[in-house]
């Protein structure tokens, strides 16, 4: 079928090829540009045809679905093997809203396989996936690997070839219980320089000038050197390009820009990036002219520039981070991982000596992580639990990483709530999306085409595909127009947000470790989100900020469509429609909640009509009863107990639990983490009846905290008072770190040893006559034998009715005075 060494000239796997397992699971682990995802697949076809044959079966020859994790990698590995092999009709591919037939091997992005497995999980004349790029921890990739192997347990003619480009391939191998097919790489040398950016913080714009610099520099010098090495003719390299890494779309085109007052009008400069057409792509691609490319990671395995010679690298990755709390997602600028900072370098090492220079520091490169996050981990999961239940999948559902627990229930609340059905995950678009797409129709295709248009600002200025919006609109009935605000609230309605204030705000630089994020915010320098912006209110209680060049600073009600998070933490507004109020309370939904609190020791009751987390009116009300009750267990629940007037023996007892609990713990109770709805119960209900909380005494309630029997050692562990030499029971304080006792120095006479209690020594103040203080220990002994000599010699004039013993321990302990002593 095809022709191997055609196709695999000049490629490092065609040395290897011959060795690849004919049947079973496989994980090929080759470098960038070594040739795997040109090889690989027609290989396989040629495996496949070969055991048809040898079978003599008359079904037909099972295809080959090799799966890339970006569009742009999709129709660069197809149009490329198809040009190679000379035979197009052999070559498909498929991706959203595109397709090109073929008959023996299909490249796919990893959603539309998904979705092809949920409609025939057999996938009958498939032979065989080859998943691309699996390092890349992509979380649609991590779910096919786990769907194909499922399959391929049930079908013995079925296989599955997982495809890296990093030595990480032992994790995989282990998952698929499959051997490793190793193809070296042969790089060329490198020379490896670093050249941070003096006073410029990693992520601002005066950081992309220097990245501009350094590119135009390299560029210079490759076109002023001779190439070297070797590259065959079919794929002869341009003379000596030049490479750049750049986080994201914003910053390809800001470094763009840069360029093209560096360096001279006839050396062409090509973005590249995942949101170009294909028309715009293949001038970075298919072009033997010296040249600069400024692409995102999308170059760093998933395509091949060729010609390149040297590579310039920020240093710098976007990566999802999800706010649990929040309950949104964030798309951070970051540093990059060594492995990709690795794979980058390694770009400028392929077809001859390359040169790299890294816009961070050595010792930057150093504390980077070692590999990428997996996005499993920190991504919003609505879209793969869906697939995930689709699927059927169990707890023995084949991952490398088991998504995390509250992100999973999270995810499965919100399909709950929009009712997700397999019909759904089929939809080819985000859950939420597709459930507002079957509500309102083909009248909400355009406003939902646009959002998958990673629009920034007022989304119904945003660019819709023709293509896109027809397919959907061909997916469900016509209903008559949506709003686009009405359709984004119906996806989003915890987005749905009103206006509450207008304030200046400017992003500041960061360091490498907080780099600005993807929100479109601009930097001190005037980039997108420069001036003043307004902060609105979103109905889940979040507050974030519409930047004021967004085409929407005035509007009082916004239904959000994509709202992030900066490095920060600061929520974004990043893309939304204009709403109005109906509308978007009918997205919300509309109560009235009356609600309690303590102001002061007294209850003050507040009615109100909510949208969320959004105060429509609030009027003042009189409560009583249980609602009464439930502002004092809030109050109690978020500021404790200091609402109450607590009499002494409340506070000592208090006290006296509070070192039970620290000193033996259970059963004696840690009141403050008691439910005071529980153990409170009595009081609340003398509350509820109009009892004012000034008079209400907690002594008995605390009271019944007690656990028994072991009550009845109360006074035994933590007593109230204390016995002293002269008779007396002295009342301990149990408010500080240990219990205190405040006594006349005469009654302590031939006390040597201070009382344990609850591991901790009695602590004396030892008082004068008339109550002053005259010594602090927990020594008595020590004080006996030093310091009571000079207690003794400063008070005996002043209080000489009073005893002052030369000798303590021998005296007779006493609160009297000479006299009466004498007398008695």
């Known amino acids: 079928m095809f022709d191997l060494t055609r196709i695999g000239a000049g490629l490092p796997v065609a040395e290897t090829i011959a060795s690849l397992p004919a049947d079973g699971n496989v994980v090929v682990q080759a470098p960038p540009g070594t040739g795997k995802t040109t090889l690989i697949p027609p290989a396989l076809a040629n495996q496949a045809a070969h055991d048809h044959a040898a079978e003599h079966t008359a079904s037909g020859v099972g295809k080959i679905i090799v799966t890339a994790p970006r569009r742009v990698a999709v129709r660069a590995a197809a149009h490329r093997l198809r040009a190679l092999s000379g035979q197009p009709k052999l070559v498909g591919h498929a991706i959203r809203g595109e397709s090109v037939p073929g008959s023996a091997v299909e490249f796919v992005t990893p959603g539309v396989l998904l979705r092809r497995l949920l409609r025939d999980p057999e996938l009958p004349g498939v032979a065989a996936v080859a998943i691309d790029e699996v390092h890349e921890r992509q979380l649609d990739t991590d779910l096919v690997l786990g769907m194909c192997l499922e399959l391929a347990q049930l079908r013995e003619d079925f296989r599955v070839i997982a495809m890296s480009a990093t030595v990480d391939a032992q994790r995989f191998s282990q998952l698929m219980d499959a051997p490793i097919h190793v193809t070296e790489a042969a790089i060329h040398p490198l020379e490896i320089s670093y050249a941070p950016a003096p006073g410029r913080a990693a992520g601002e714009r005066g950081f992309y000038r220097h990245v501009a610099e350094q590119a135009a520099q390299q560029a210079t010098q490759q076109a002023a050197q001779p190439m070297s090495g070797h590259a065959s003719e079919q794929r002869k390299p341009s003379a000596g390009s030049t490479l750049v890494f750049v986080p994201g779309v914003r910053e390809v085109n800001q470094v763009c820009a840069e360029l093209a007052t560096l360096v001279d009008a006839d050396l062409p400069v090509f973005p590249l990036h995942g949101q170009q057409s294909a028309e715009e792509q293949d001038r970075a691609l298919s072009t033997d002219a010296t040249r600069i490319v400024v692409a995102t990671s999308i170059a760093e395995s998933s395509l091949t520039v060729p010609g390149v010679r040297a590579v310039v690298d920020a240093g710098l990755a976007r990566t999802p981070r999800r706010d649990m709390q929040r309950g949104m997602p964030g798309l951070v600028t970051a540093s990059a991982s060594k492995s990709s900072a690795d794979q980058r370098a390694g770009r400028a090492g392929r077809e001859g000596p390359g040169t790299v220079v890294r816009c961070y520091s050595q010792d930057d490169y150093q504390h980077f992580a070692p590999h990428t996050t997996p996005e499993i981990l920190s991504a919003d999961l609505t879209q793969a639990a869906l697939f995930l239940d689709s699927w059927g999948a169990g707890e023995d559902f084949p991952l490398l990483d088991q998504p995390p627990a509250a992100a999973l229930a999270t995810a499965r609340s919100t399909l709950q709530r929009i009712g997700a059905t397999k019909q759904l995950a089929l939809l080819p678009t985000d859950p939420r999306l597709g459930a507002t797409l079957l509500r309102y129709g083909a009248g909400a295709a355009k406003t939902i085409a646009q959002l998958e248009e990673n629009p920034r600002g007022d989304i119904t200025r945003a660019h819709a595909q023709k293509r896109l919006v027809q397919r959907l609109a061909t997916l469900v009935p016509d209903v008559g127009p949506a709003d686009p605000g009405a359709v984004v609230a119906a996806a989003f309605p915890e987005h749905v947000a009103r206006a509450v204030s207008v304030g200046a705000s400017r992003a500041q630089g960061t360091s490498r470790a907080t780099a600005p994020a993807a929100t479109g915010a601009r930097d001190a320098h005037g980039g997108p989100g420069a001036g003043t912006s307004r902060e609105y209110l979103l109905a889940s209680g979040t507050r974030a900020r519409l930047l004021a060049d967004s085409g929407l600073a005035d509007a009082d009600w916004l239904a959000v469509a994509e709202i992030s998070l900066s490095n920060a933490g600061n929520a974004i507004i990043r893309a939304a429609a204009r709403i109005s109020e109906d509308d978007a309370l009918d997205a919300i939904g509309v109560q009235e909640v009356i609600s309690a609190t303590i102001d002061e020791g007294k209850i003050r009751g507040r009615k109100r009509r909510m949208a969320g987390a959004i105060e429509l009116s609030s009027t003042p009300v009189q409560v009583s009863g249980a609602q009464a009750a439930a502002a004092v267990v809030e109050s109690i629940r978020e500021h404790g107990l200091g609402l109450f007037e607590w009499s002494a023996s409340a506070s000592n007892f208090y006290d006296r639990l509070r070192h039970l609990h620290e000193h033996y713990g259970s059963p004696w109770p840690d009141v403050a983490a008691q439910d005071p709805a529980t153990w409170l119960a009595p009081e609340l209900e003398q509350i509820a009846e109009g009892t004012p909380i000034a008079k ?129």
Request: hydrophobic share 35%; charged share 25%; glycine share 6%.
């Open 696 to 824: 209400v005494d907690l002594y008995p309630a605390l009271q019944r905290l007690l656990p028994w029997p072991e009550a009845t050692r109360l006074d035994e562990l933590a007593p109230e008072h204390m016995p002293v030499p002269s008779g007396r029971g002295v009342r301990l304080d149990w408010s500080g770190e240990r219990p205190v006792a405040s006594v006349k120095l005469q009654e302590c006479f031939g006390l040597a040893e201070s009382p344990v209690y609850c591991g901790k020594r009695v602590q004396f103040h030892l008082l004068s006559p008339a109550g002053r203080p005259l010594a602090i220990t927990d020594d008595l002994a020590s004080f006996w034998s030093g310091p009571y000599a000079g207690v003794r010699a400063d008070m005996r004039g002043r209080y000489p009715k009073h005893p002052w013993p030369e000798d303590p321990w021998s005296a007779t302990a006493t609160a009297k005075t000479n006299a009466r002593l004498r007398k008695n």
